[in-house]
C-alpha cells in the first residue's frame, strides 16, 4: 500500500508524506525542523524513516526545514541542477553525499520508490512536481503552477491519488488586501492555480482514472477550504461525477495532518 498525505498546507508552509511499510519520503518541507518531526511522528513513521527529501523548487514555504531536518537524520535531499544553486545559502551545510541531482526526464529510485519529476510553470529557477511510484501503484503532487499544461497531465496519468493546487479564490484574490503586483503575479501563468482551475484539473484527472484528490496549497488571504472544496465538487457535480462515490474529494488542513490518501 502506498499513501499519500499532507503534513502542513499553505502559502506559509508546505510538507508532504509519502509512505510505504515503514519508510516515507518527503516532498518538500516549508515548515520547521520541529514541526516536520513532530508531524512525521504523529503520522506513524519516525524521522529516521525518511529515506529523501524531494524539493520541489527553492521558495522558502517549500525548503524552510529541508536543511535542519536533513542535518539531524542524515536524509539526502533531491533536487536538480538550477534548485540547488537557488537554495543552497538557504539550506545551509549538507555533506556531499546528502547534495542529490536528478535531470527531468530521467527516473530515480530510493528503496522501493520510484521518483519521476516534471516541470511546471512556476516563478522559480527550475520548479518541478513529482510522481512516485511503488511496483503498479502510483500518486503525484502537483502544486504551484500558473496554468495547466497538457505535459502535466501526461506525467499525472495512472495516478491513484493527486495532491493539487487549489491556492485562491478568484474573487477573494480581487478584492484582497495583496497589493497589484502580487495579485497580477499569483494570476499569472507562473502564479498558482486557483479553485476554478482545480475544479478542471480534478474533472480531467478523475476522468483519466484517479479516484482520490487532495486539494492543497490553499492561501489563507485568498481562500478557504469550504470555498475550495465546494468549487471542486459543484464542477464535477455538473460534469457527472459524485463526489464521495465516483471519486473521493479531500482538503489539506493549513496545521494538521491531512486524510491520508492509500492506493
Known sequence: MLQLRSLKSSSRGNAILVSHKNAGILIDCGI?????????LE???????????????????????????????????YANDKTWAAMESSVGNLCEAQKRTFCHADAFSVDDFVMQPFPIPHDAADPVGYSVSVGDKKVSVATDMGVLEESVFRA?????????????????LSMGPYPP????????????????????????????????????HLSPENNNPYLAKETVACALRLAGIKPGSDMRLYVAPKDQLSACLAV
Do not use: W, Y
Open 32 to 40: 520547521s525542523g520541529k514541526a516536520a518531526e513532530a508531524a512525521i
Open 43 to 77: 503520522a506513524g513513521l519516525s524521522p529516521d524513516a525518511i529515506k529523501a527529501i524531494l524539493v520541489t523548487h527553492e521558495h522558502l514555504d517549500h525548503i524552510r526545514g529541508v536543511g535542519i531536518l536533513a542535518r539531524r537524520h542524515g536524509i539526502p535531499v
Open 156 to 172: 499525472l496519468k495512472g495516478s491513484g491519488a493527486v495532491l493539487l493546487e487549489s491556492n485562491h479564490d478568484l474573487s477573494m
Open 181 to 216: 503586483q502580487l495579485k497580477q503575479r499569483i494570476r499569472s501563468d507562473r502564479g498558482h492555480l486557483s479553485n476554478d482551475d482545480a475544479a478542471k484539473a480534478t474533472e480531467f484527472l478523475v476522468k483519466m482514472g484517479t479516484e482520490q484528490i487532495l486539494l492543497g
